[in-house]
């Protein structure tokens, strides 16, 4: 971890310059209360930063950018990569919306040492550059649903991570199989303003829970950022209602990033698939 901060030093001056430089570049945009992003692993671009490239094709607004723990790809903690990342998205005008961490589904934070120091490392990069809001999941390996013990062991790490969280101005995004109330569970716990809930509506159909009634059941403060997704199909297309959901986040005052996962229709394939996921989330959220 020594190491690990001292090279995270080394890179703070330029990284914060950029970052500086990144949210001037994007503040009129960020004026705006839906922005359209998606994951870079939804983009065919895990832990690399072509994926602001494909955005760029897209006409996406930003991406999500994935924590590489256990994926090949371009490593965040090194400064030259950050370097990288940010003058990409300075010079293509696609902003980096968040983090993920998607190697905690199978180094789950329940259980693992590993996956408690790759939050802690994530957490002192995201200042670095700009970011404010992390994705941590809870998937695979580290579902919790039905498994009391391993969330309770997931608040008692939480509570450590939280104070770090708090001092670097960031939020971490709890997504789960849980219902809206194991969410509130956690989140009240730990009772902490930088752990909140990374919202899925279509994880949550999957799981049999109405999710219109579970977004109002968290409410709009408790959500940190969406992800806006189908299987098989394009938005519009397929189970879940944007317009109701539309709707429900009106009624909240929220504002914030929809990021896409998923929602390809394999005749269109994935450039032509997520200008259509784009165009309907504008039409929907901003012309709606």
């Given at each position: 971890?020594?190491?690990?901060?001292?090279?995270?030093?080394?890179?703070?001056?330029?990284?914060?310059?950029?970052?500086?430089?990144?949210?001037?570049?994007?503040?009129?945009?960020?004026?705006?209360?839906?922005?359209i992003?998606?994951?870079?692993?939804?983009?065919?671009?895990?832990?690399?930063?072509?994926?602001?490239?494909v955005?760029?094709?897209?006409?996406?607004?930003?991406?999500?950018?994935?924590?590489?723990?256990?994926?090949?790809?371009?490593?965040?903690?090194?400064?030259?990569?950050?370097?990288?990342?940010?003058?990409?998205?300075?010079?293509?005008?696609?902003a980096i919306?968040?983090?993920?961490?998607?190697?905690?589904?199978?180094?789950?934070?329940?259980t693992n040492?590993?996956?408690?120091?790759?939050?802690?490392?994530?957490?002192e990069v995201m200042?670095?550059m700009?970011?404010?809001?992390?994705?941590?999941?809870?998937?695979?390996?580290?579902?919790?649903?039905?498994?009391?013990?391993?969330?309770e062991?997931?608040?008692?790490?939480?509570?450590r991570?939280?104070?770090?969280a708090?001092?670097?101005?960031?939020?971490l995004?709890?997504?789960?199989?849980?219902?809206?109330?194991?969410h509130?569970?956690?989140?009240?716990?730990v009772?902490s303003?930088?752990?909140?809930?990374?919202?899925?509506?279509?994880?949550?159909?999957?799981?049999?829970?109405?999710?219109?009634?579970?977004m109002?059941?968290?409410?709009?403060e408790?959500?940190?950022?969406?992800?806006?997704k189908?299987?098989?199909?394009?938005?519009?297309?397929?189970?879940?209602?944007?317009?109701?959901?539309?709707?429900?986040?009106?009624?909240?005052?929220?504002?914030?990033?929809?990021?896409?996962?998923?929602?390809?229709?394999?005749?269109?394939?994935?450039?032509?698939?997520?200008k259509?996921?784009?165009?309907?989330?504008?039409?929907?959220?901003?012309?709606?």
């Amino acid at each position: 971890m020594h190491h690990l901060s001292r090279r995270l030093f080394l890179g703070s001056t330029l990284g914060t310059c950029l970052a500086s430089q990144i949210r001037l570049a994007t503040a009129a945009g960020s004026a705006q209360r839906f922005r359209i992003g998606a994951c870079d692993w939804s983009l065919g671009a895990t832990c690399q930063s072509r994926a602001l490239e494909v955005a760029r094709e897209i006409g996406l607004d930003g991406v999500q950018v994935n924590f590489r723990t256990v994926e090949q790809g371009e490593d965040l903690r090194l400064p030259e990569v950050r370097e990288r990342y940010q003058t990409k998205s300075a010079e293509l005008g696609v902003a980096i919306c968040s983090l993920a961490i998607s190697g905690l589904n199978r180094v789950p934070l329940a259980t693992n040492d590993r996956a408690e120091e790759w939050v802690r490392e994530c957490i002192e990069v995201m200042p670095l550059m700009g970011q404010k809001v992390v994705l941590l999941a809870f998937f695979g390996e580290a579902d919790l649903r039905g498994k009391p013990e391993l969330q309770e062991r997931v608040i008692e790490r939480l509570r450590r991570l939280a104070p770090r969280a708090e001092k670097a101005g960031v939020i971490l995004g709890v997504e789960s199989t849980l219902d809206a109330e194991g969410h509130l569970r956690i989140v009240r716990a730990v009772d902490s303003p930088a752990v909140k809930v990374y919202y899925d509506m279509l994880n949550m159909l999957h799981q049999g829970y109405d999710p219109y009634e579970d977004m109002r059941k968290l409410g709009g403060e408790l959500i940190c950022e969406i992800h806006c997704k189908e299987s098989g199909t394009i938005l519009g297309k397929g189970r879940l209602d944007f317009r109701r959901i539309k709707g429900i986040l009106d009624d909240f005052g929220w504002q914030g990033w929809l990021v896409l996962e998923g929602a390809v229709d394999p005749a269109l394939g994935l450039v032509e698939s997520y200008k259509r996921n784009a165009d309907f989330l504008r039409q929907v959220f901003l012309r709606g």
